[in-house]
């Protein structure tokens, strides 16, 4: 595995458990929407939360969550709305965002930053 994708299944894996222990559920991991992926669909209360992973090594060249960009947020609103009208989702949604700074074997940042406004 390259080691980017590897930095990436690490940070989704942290993050994955930083919900868990802070009282989520997970429902799904890496839900694929034909080119377009949910990192994290979780469960937290009655809400339905999509979170978005970005992990980096450093914040050298910005927070990894500046790279959730317009874009990023028009791919991630489809794959959400598709995700909805597949599991027939009626519940109130919300979309977090987890920054991850560090590297494998260390102690990460994990910033958790809750109902960014989607387009």
Known sequence: MAAHNELGKWGEDLAAD??????????ERDWKSGRRDLDIVAKNGNVIV????????NSLYGQ?????DYRKLQSLQ????H???????SQEVRFDIISIVGTI??????QHIQDVALL
Request: aromatic share 12%; net charge positive.
């Open 18 to 27: 930083y919900l868990q222990r802070k009282g989520y559920t997970i429902i």
């Open 50 to 57: 999509f979170v978005e992973v970005k992990t980096r090594r």
């Open 64 to 68: 990894p969550e500046e790279a959730v």
């Open 78 to 81: 489809q794959a959400i709305n």
């Open 83 to 89: 995700y909805i009208k597949f599991r027939h989702i």
């Open 105 to 110: 074997g260390t102690e990460p940042d994990i």
